[in-house]
């Protein structure tokens, strides 16, 4: 939020609300918010009924609060809103850890189960520029004779070490060159890969153990939960914690032959072996989609940093690449974008792309800012751990309670009817001057 612009105004406005009886409940709730960049306005009300006897116990209106009751956005990504997206990547971390040692609802038993940390990355789609550390050096970035040459007549290596801040990072060696298509195509269809990848796990696993495919689930279940980093070439990597469990989920024993050993080779094989072919062979020529050989998996031993390892990429957005924070509406805005020219090329791809038959069940124009990617940032099955609904709900359960206790209502179990309507965001002149003042290091941008 930013300082009100006119400031008199705001003040004159605030002494008004001051002077209204519903000032402390409308003062509590903005600067509770905690911050948030753009608040979301609801209009409506909610009464708690005693479970047994089905006395109201409790009313929660909008009106108590001059009218509206604010709600903070609950925005995933740090550019977008810093204060909510730091909430979010508490809740994942949370959530993460839940699934590895238990805890908010899930037995601490899970600990027990074996659970690997895996990384799938995109396969290569032409040279770009890198940098390297190898005992302590950096080697030259793509050593080659300065006589190869691609058909454009562009050297096919570079001698140079790069710095860890040089622009050129991630960039493709000859642009001409580089599969941008392949890429588009590739990053679009990367969560159907990942869903192949899950089915090809469990037909792994399931010939690992010497079981027919469709009686694995009888003796164990499989769960993960995965986000998305965005690399510096513009392609995504999944980071995904896979666990196995017994047939009825975390509070079951994993079988014997279930050990951490085999799923880790399970990955390995799993990864290396989804297909997909890419859709418009016909006009742009036949690909087939599958991970870089790439695949990192190693037991987990240290849960707390894979939970926040998890949680940090979980607030990022594809600008973390260089790309921007909000969708392209139109051509003219692309040729207008304040990104690197590879980024460019990335979503120039897309909008092509985007615009031919065979590819508009993608919506490459529509994820164009993701550079194609249409997937969440992080997923999870059914049974990993809790949920983040359900941390909120905790939350909002809480200080419910708390309200309950103060009113002397104690923990009776209740049952909650309640209508709310959207009804507008942001803050007045005089809510963001009590916002700016709770929380006065929020007005800043934080990148990180
Ligand atoms: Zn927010
Ligand atoms: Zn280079
Ligand atoms: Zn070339």
Wanted: charged share 20%; hydrophobic share 35%.
């Amino acid at each position: 939020m930013t300082e009100p612009q006119h400031l008199p105004r705001a003040v004159a406005a605030l002494v008004e609300q001051a002077a209204t009886p519903e000032f402390t409940a409308w003062r509590r709730n903005i600067v509770g918010l905690g911050g948030c960049a753009n608040p979301v306005h609801l209009v409506g009300e909610s009464t708690a009924f005693a479970a047994d006897s089905g006395h109201a116990l409790f009313s929660h209106s909008s009106a108590a609060y001059g009218g509206r009751l604010l709600v903070p956005c609950g925005n995933r990504r740090s550019t977008v809103c810093s204060p909510c997206a730091r909430v979010y990547r508490a809740d994942t971390y949370h959530l993460i850890r839940a699934g590895l040692v238990g805890g908010k609802g899930t037995p601490e038993t899970v600990s027990d189960h074996p659970r690997v940390f895996a990384t799938l990355t995109a396969p290569g789609f032409g040279p770009v520029h890198t940098r390297r550390e190898r005992n302590g050096q950096v080697p030259p970035c793509r050593p080659r004779s300065p006589k190869e040459r691609c058909p454009h007549d562009q050297p096919v290596g570079c001698a140079m070490r790069h710095s860890t801040d040089d622009p050129r990072l991630g960039e493709p060696i000859c642009p001409r060159c580089y599969d941008y298509a392949g890429a588009v195509l590739w990053q679009a269809r990367s969560g159907h890969l990942w869903h192949r990848f899950t089915i090809e796990l469990r037909r792994e696993l399931a010939r690992r153990a010497g079981l027919p495919r469709t009686e694995l689930r009888l003796a164990a279940r499989l769960s993960y939960a995965k986000v998305v980093e965005y690399q510096r070439r513009g392609l995504i990597h999944f980071h995904a914690v896979i666990r196995l469990d017994g047939p009825d989920g975390p509070s079951t024993p994993p079988p014997a032959w279930a050990t951490a050993d085999l799923l880790t080779d399970a990955v390995h094989t799993a990864a290396g072996r989804v297909r997909l072919p890419s859709p418009g062979a016909r006009v742009i020529g036949h690909r087939t989609l599958r991970f870089g050989a790439q695949v990192d998996v190693r037991p987990i031993t240290e849960h707390g940093a894979v939970a926040a390892y998890i949680a940090k990429y979980a607030t990022k957005g594809a600008e973390a690449a260089g790309a921007v924070d909000g969708r392209i509406t139109t051509a003219r805005h692309l040729v207008l974008l304040p990104v690197r020219v590879h980024v460019l090329r990335m979503i120039a791809t897309c909008w092509w792309l985007g615009a031919l038959p065979p590819f508009t069940s993608l919506e490459l124009r529509r994820w164009a800012h993701m550079l194609g990617h249409r997937g969440h940032f992080s997923t999870k099955s059914r049974s990993y751990s809790t949920t983040l609904t359900a941390l909120r709900t905790a939350r909002t359960e809480h200080r419910a309670r708390e309200q309950y206790r103060a009113l002397g209502l104690d923990d009776r179990p209740t049952i909650t009817i309640g209508h709310w309507r959207y009804a507008g965001r942001g803050y007045s002149p005089e809510a963001a001057l009590v916002a700016a003042t709770a929380h006065p290091t929020e007005g800043e941008s934080t990148r990180d």
